[in-house]
C-alpha cells in the first residue's frame, strides 16, 4: 500500500503539471482503491408518484409535530404535504389522489434525513478494517442521508471524490458525501504562507468541498483558512494541542474558519491566568493516554460559566456566526469506559477488527485504555458539564450547533455514536425538537445544502426517516437495536424501534433489510476468526481470577 500511495502522490504532482491525463489519474486511483463497495442491491424507488399516508412528521425547523398528513413524493421530490384534518377526525375528501407507490404510516412519525457532521469512512486499509460498505450501511440504518468526511487517511482526494459520485448517483448504498480533506494530506509541502494556499487550490482542483484543518505553521494554516474562504470552499478544524498556542477558536474563527470540531481551541480562547494548559511535568503528546487524561482537566482551567472571558469569547463566536460540531460521542467512554464498552450493539453489530482497534493499544488512535482510573473518569465528567455548559448556551443565544459522530473510535460505533449524540445534546439541555434541528437543518446549513435537504417541503429532496412510534418522546427508538418495552399482554420484556425506512433521493431503504444485511456481515466476519455470535471481551487474560 505504501508504494501504491508514492506512485499516486507521483502521478498527481504529474497530473497537476500537465504531463499524466486526468483519466489515467482517476484510473489509476480505482487500481489503488483495496476496498471496492459493491453495487447497490437494497432501496426500492424512486416511483414517480409516491403517497405516505397518515403521517405525523416534523419538519426540521423547530417546528412542532403535525399531523397527521399525506405528503406526496415524486420521483426524488417532496411536491405536496396535504393535511388531511386532525388526529382521531381525518377528513377523506383532503387527500391526494393516488400514487404508484403508497405507505400507509399510521403510527409512524417521519423526520427529514440527518446530516452528520463529522464522519471518517474507514476501509479495509484503515487500522480500524472495517469494508467501507459496512460502514456506509450503519450511517443510513440511523437515518444519516448526509455526511461531511473529515477525513479518510487511506484514501486520496481522488478517491473520496469517486466515491461520492457513486453515492451520488445511488450507484451504491450509503448516505450522500462531502469530502474534506485533512489540511496535512492534501500532498503538498505545508510549511509557508504560499505554500499553505496552494495546497487549498490543489485540493479545490481535485473536487474536494472543503477543508479539514487540524495543525501546520501558523503562517501556513491561517494563510491557508483564508484561501479557503477566498475560494468559496467550507471549512471545519480540530484544533490539536500542538497548535493552540498561537491558533485557537478565536484566532482562526478571525481567519475565516467556518466550524470547529470537538472542544480543543475552546476553553483555551477563555484562559484568564494563563496562556498554555497546565501539562503535567512529564506530559508527552503521543502518550494518548496522559493526552486524553489530561485533556479532562482542561475545561476547569478556563473561564467560569457566566464570567466576562466567557461571554466575551461566546459573543464573538455568535457574531462571526461560527458553528460548533461538538462530538460529545467522541470522549464518552472517558467519562464511563464501561458502559461504552459493553453496549448492547456490539454484540452483533461491530466487526471484530474494529473490536480489535478499540482494545488498550499504545499504537491505536483513541485507544489509550492503558490503566483508566476512576479519577480520570471524575475529571471528565466535570469537563462534560461545563463543556455542555457552553454549547446548550451558546445554541441559546442563536449559535449553530451541529451533531456529528467521529465514530470508528473509543468504542464509538458508526450509526450508533450518531444516536448517542443526538442522547447527549439533550443531557446538554437541548430539547428533543432542539436535537432534531441540529441532526437536520443546522447540518445542511453547515454544509450549504439547505436549499435540497434538512427540512420537510415541498421543492426539497425526498430525505426522510421514518419510524414506527414517537422518537421525539424516546430517542432510542432511533438505534439499530431498538429500545425494550414491557408487553403487558404477555408480561414479557420485547425490543421495539429501530427506523422503519430510511429514504434518500426517493429511494426507500428497509431499516429491516438494512440491520439483516449488517449483521450478516459481521457474523461472516466472526465466523471467519473461529469466534462465536455475540460478546467478545476486550482482555486477553483474566487477571481476577
Do not use: C
Request: net charge neutral; proline share 5%; glycine share 10%.
Amino acid at each position: 500500500m505504501k508504494i501504491g500511495r508514492i506512485l499516486l502522490a507521483g502521478l498527481s504532482a504529474l497530473a497537476l503539471a500537465g504531463s499524466v491525463s486526468a483519466q489515467a489519474l482517476g484510473q489509476a486511483e480505482q487500481r489503488e482503491l483495496a476496498d471496492p463497495i459493491p453495487a447497490r442491491t437494497l432501496g426500492e424507488g424512486p416511483w414517480p408518484r409516491t403517497v405516505l399516508r397518515n403521517a405525523i412528521y416534523v419538519d426540521g425547523t423547530g417546528a412542532p409535530a403535525q399531523g397527521p398528513v399525506d405528503i406526496v413524493i415524486e420521483n426524488d421530490r417532496i411536491v405536496q404535504i396535504a393535511s388531511i384534518g386532525a388526529p382521531g377526525a381525518i377528513d377523506q375528501a383532503r387527500r391526494p389522489p393516488k400514487g404508484e407507490k403508497e405507505y400507509d404510516l399510521t403510527g409512524h412519525y417521519v423526520l427529514p434525513g440527518f446530516v452528520d457532521a463529522h464522519v471518517h469512512l474507514h476501509t479495509l486499509s484503515d487500522g480500524q478494517g472495517v469494508p467501507s460498505d459496512y460502514v456506509l450501511k450503519l450511517w443510513l440504518a440511523h437515518g444519516i442521508t448526509t455526511a461531511r468526511n473529515v477525513g479518510s487517511s487511506e484514501m486520496s482526494i481522488e478517491q473520496q471524490v469517486a466515491i461520492k459520485n457513486r453515492l451520488a448517483r445511488n450507484e451504491i448504498t450509503g448516505p450522500r458525501l462531502d469530502i474534506y480533506p485533512m489540511f496535512q494530506q492534501i500532498g503538498l509541502p505545508i510549511r509557508t504562507a504560499e505554500q499553505g494556499r496552494a495546497a487549498i487550490r490543489d485540493a479545490k482542483r481535485r473536487g474536494a468541498d472543503g477543508i479539514k484543518f487540524i495543525g501546520g505553521s501558523e503562517a501556513a494554516l491561517l494563510a491557508a483558512i483564508d484561501e479557503t474562504k477566498k475560494l468559496g470552499m467550507h471549512s471545519t478544524m480540530h484544533h490539536a494541542q500542538g497548535v493552540v498556542a498561537y491558533a485557537n477558536v478565536l484566532r482562526t474563527s478571525e481567519a475565516g474558519l467556518e466550524s470547529m470540531e470537538h472542544w480543543y481551541g475552546l476553553p483555551e480562547a477563555m484562559f484568564t491566568d494563563r496562556k498554555l494548559q497546565d501539562w503535567p511535568g512529564d506530559f508527552v503528546n503521543t502518550d494518548e493516554q496522559m493526552r486524553f487524561g489530561e485533556a479532562g482537566r482542561l475545561w476547569k482551567q478556563a473561564a467560569r460559566p457566566g464570567s466576562e472571558r466567557w461571554n466575551e469569547v461566546m459573543e464573538t463566536l455568535l457574531q462571526r456566526g461560527f458553528t460548533i460540531d461538538p462530538t460529545f460521542t467522541a470522549y464518552l467512554a472517558s467519562r464511563d469506559l464501561m458502559r461504552m464498552n459493553r453496549a448492547v450493539w456490539h454484540n452483533e453489530y461491530t466487526m471484530p477488527a474494529l473490536w480489535d482497534w478499540y482494545r488498550p493499544s499504545r499504537i491505536n488512535h483513541g485507544s489509550y485504555w492503558f490503566d483508566w482510573t476512576t479519577e480520570r473518569e471524575m475529571d471528565w465528567k466535570e469537563n462534560f458539564r461545563i463543556w455542555m455548559t457552553f454549547v446548550n448556551e451558546y445554541k441559546n443565544r442563536g449559535g449553530r450547533v451541529t451533531v456529528g459522530s467521529d465514530a470508528g473510535y473509543i468504542y464509538n460505533t458508526y450509526g450508533f455514536g450518531y444516536i448517542q449524540e443526538m442522547e447527549l445534546l439533550r443531557e446538554a439541555g437541548f430539547s428533543p425538537l432542539e436535537v432534531i434541528h441540529s441532526a437536520t437543518q443546522q447540518g445542511a446549513q453547515l454544509l450549504g445544502h439547505d436549499a435540497d435537504i434538512g427540512t420537510i417541503e415541498p421543492g426539497k429532496k425526498a430525505d426522510l426517516v421514518i419510524v414506527k412510534g414517537n422518537p421525539i418522546a424516546n430517542l432510542k427508538l432511533l438505534f439499530a437495536t431498538g429500545t425494550l418495552k414491557l408487553d403487558d399482554a404477555t408480561g414479557k420484556a420485547q425490543r421495539v424501534g429501530g427506523i422503519a425506512w430510511t429514504v434518500k433521493d426517493g429511494i426507500f431503504y428497509e431499516g429491516k433489510a438494512l440491520r439483516a444485511d449488517i449483521r450478516a456481515m459481521v457474523a461472516r466476519a466472526k465466523a471467519e476468526r473461529g469466534l462465536p455470535p455475540g460478546y467478545m471481551t476486550i482482555e486477553q487474560e483474566d487477571l481476577t481470577q
